[in-house]
C-alpha cells in the first residue's frame, strides 16, 4: 500500500483472503518463506548443490554430551548428543544401545539418495564407519528425513509493519547446528525491541523501532552466516590450497586463544566489538513497503 501506516494489516491481501488488522506481521514461515516474498522483500539464497538427510540413532557408547563434526569431501557428518532415550530402550536391541544422538549427513544429490535408499542396518553401518565406531554399534532411531541444502540471507529483516524470525530471516547451513539457537536469539531481540517500544508507547509496527531487531540481529547474524558458508567452501574443497589454508586455520585457531574467544562470543551473541563492525549494514537499510 502506498501509505501502510494508515491501513496496518494489509499487506498481500486479496480476495477472497480474508483481510486482518495487526499492528505489525512477523514472518516467520522457513526459509522458504512465501510472507517474505508477498512482502518485497528479497533474499540472497546459496544453492549448495547438496542434499541433508537428518535421523536420530540409538549406540553403544555415551557421546558425553560432545558434538563431533566429520568434514570429508564426499559426506560431511555431524553427531549432535541428544539425552539418553531410556524410554525407548528395546529390550533386544542386540547393540545394548541406549544413549541417542541427532545425526546429519550432507551429501551429493546422487550420494544422498543411494543414502536414503538403503535399509536402516546399512545406512547405519555407513554412519558408524564415517564416526570411526567412535561411539560403538549404531543403530536408526525412526525415520530419515532428506533437505535440499539452501542457505539463505533475506536482504532486510524488518520494514514497516513487518519483520521476519527465524530462518525466514537467515536460513544456516546446518553445518554448525546453530540455525535454531540463532533464531531464538532473534525472537529474544525482536522482544526486547517491542518491549522497548511499548513501555515508551511507540507503535510496536514502526520502521524505526524494528530497526533495532534488525541492526542487532543482523550484526550477530551476519558473521555466523558468513563463517559458516566459508568453512563448507573451505572443508569441501578437495584442491591442494584449499587443503593447506584448512590446516592453517584448524592450527591458528588451537593457537589463538582470542580467535576461538571470538568465535564463541559470536555464536553466544556476545561478539567482541571488532566482529561486530564487520557486518555490512544491507538488511538494516529499511524502506517503505
Ligand atoms: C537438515 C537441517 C538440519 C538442521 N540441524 C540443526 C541443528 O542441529 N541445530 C540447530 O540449531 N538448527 C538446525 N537446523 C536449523 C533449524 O531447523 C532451523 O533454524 C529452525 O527449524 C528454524 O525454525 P523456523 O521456525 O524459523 O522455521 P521452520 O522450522 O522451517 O518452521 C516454519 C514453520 O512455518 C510453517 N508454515 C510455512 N508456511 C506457512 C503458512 N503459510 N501458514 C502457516 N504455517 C506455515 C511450516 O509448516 C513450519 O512448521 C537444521 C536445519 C536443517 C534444514
Redesign the pocket.
Same mark, same amino acid.
Given at each position: 500500500p502506498s501509505d501502510p501506516a494508515a491501513r496496518p494489516g494489509t499487506y498481500g491481501a486479496t480476495p477472497p483472503t480474508e483481510r486482518l488488522q495487526a499492528p505489525l506481521l512477523v514472518a516467520?514461515? #522457513?526459509?522458504f518463506? &512465501?510472507?517474505r516474498r508477498q512482502l518485497g522483500i528479497g533474499a540472497r539464497m546459496t544453492d549448495f548443490g547438496r542434499t $541433508?538427510i $537428518?535421523c536420530r540413532m540409538h549406540h553403544a557408547l555415551p557421546h558425553g554430551g560432545v558434538a563431533h563434526e566429520c568434514f570429508g569431501y564426499e559426506r560431511t557428518l555431524?553427531i /549432535?548428543p541428544l539425552p539418553d532415550a531410556v524410554d525407548t530402550l528395546d529390550a533386544t536391541d542386540s547393540a545394548g544401545s541406549r544413549h541417542l544422538c #541427532?545425526v $546429519?549427513v550432507t551429501a551429493g544429490a546422487a550420494d544422498a539418495a543411494a543414502l536414503m535408499a538403503l535399509p536402516a542396518d546399512a545406512f547405519a553401518a555407513q554412519v558408524q564407519a564415517q564416526f570411526r565406531g567412535r561411539l560403538g554399534p549404531m543403530q536408526l532411531d525412526g525415520e530419515r @528425513?532428506a =533437505?535440499p541444502l539452501v542457505a539463505v540471507y533475506a536482504d532486510r529483516f524488518a520494514a514497516h509493519r513487518c519483520a521476519l /524470525? *527465524?530462518? &525466514?530471516a537467515v *536460513?544456516?547451513h546446518?553445518v554448525t547446528? @546453530?540455525? =535454531?539457537? /540463532?533464531?531464538l536469539a532473534g525472537v529474544e531481540r525482536l522482544t526486547a525491541a517491542l518491549q522497548t517500544a511499548r513501555r515508551q508507547g511507540r507503535d510496536i509496527g514502526d520502521q524505526h523501532v524494528l530497526a533495532a531487531y534488525a541492526r542487532t540481529h543482523h550484526h550477530n547474524a551476519w558473521p555466523i552466516y558468513e563463517g559458516t558458508n566459508a568453512i563448507v567452501r573451505l572443508y569441501t574443497d578437495a584442491r591442494p590450497l584449499p587443503r593447506l589454508l584448512r590446516q592453517l586455520v584448524l592450527q591458528g585457531a588451537r593457537r589463538l586463544p582470542p580467535l576461538q574467544a571470538a568465535i564463541v562470543g559470536q555464536l553466544t551473541g556476545k561478539p567482541p566489538g571488532w566482529m561486530q563492525s564487520l557486518a555490512p549494514g544491507r538488511p538494516t537499510n529499511l524502506q517503505e513497503t
Open positions: 516467520a514461515d #522457513s526459509r518463506s &512465501a510472507t $541433508v $537428518v555431524a /549432535l #541427532s $546429519v @528425513h =533437505y /524470525l *527465524g530462518d &525466514a *536460513g544456516m546446518p547446528a @546453530h540455525g =535454531y539457537n /540463532l533464531g
